[in-house]
């Protein structure tokens, strides 16, 4: 798949101006129940003491509010919803559009933002007080059975996981530290294999506990807690049998 994106600039052909208005989230919501074709509503624009006035009422059939005014039939959102106009401000703003096949298509240029409002009433005011009400009901709430459940997942004293990880711990056994210098063996012969190692591969080579190992590898190693080795562990120049990339470069120059 190609990173380049293609946009149709048809837009821009036919001088599009849009406005873009924010709406209250109820109303957008009560769009979504109109038909695919239906009608949403209509805008009027007018003149009132020289200014340009716009309003939006809502279509009947949608003012009915649904799930959250269950508690009340009567309830209805509020169909009047005057513009409050804003200047574009210097700003440079696009719409673009995405078909169901990724076409990205330039729909046009932003020349006016509003703010749809609604007109406070009593209804309206009503309409708050479910939706404030709806959103401080808590998710999950606790219930009392009055007899066992016996159609869901019964509870288990311990999961499958959990009984196949402790055999496996009991299996392998619990490390047990042993001699120094056996230890010691085992770590050189390590890292005459490779240079770098992080302590779970040491701990896995050697079967030996992390404090131990630990207290082992400071005697002998270098922690790397930075650079491209990050995080890793190599031995002590006096242990080496190989020059480092540092000593290497200074016997060069």
Known sequence: MSDKTEVNLTG???SKGLWL???PKYLSLQWDKATEKGDVGKITIGKKQGKTEVRFSLNEELTAVGAVGEQDASLQVPRDHPF??????GQTMAVFSQSNADEISLEGMVVHRAECRPVVNDNYMKLKKLQIKASTKPQRLSQQLERAITTVFKPVANHDFNVEHEKKKKSEGKMVRAEWQVVLDMLFSAFE???YYNIKDLVDITKQPV????EIMREIGTYNSKGAHKSTWELKPEYRHYQSAEEEEMQTA
Do not use: A, S, W
Not at 84 to 89: A, E
Not at 211 to 214: A, D, E, I, V
């Open 12 to 14: 821009v052909k036919q």
């Open 21 to 23: 208005v924010k709406v």
């Open 84 to 89: 409050t106009m804003h200047t574009v401000g």
């Open 193 to 195: 294999k490779h240079q």
């Open 211 to 214: 404090t131990y190992l630990k």
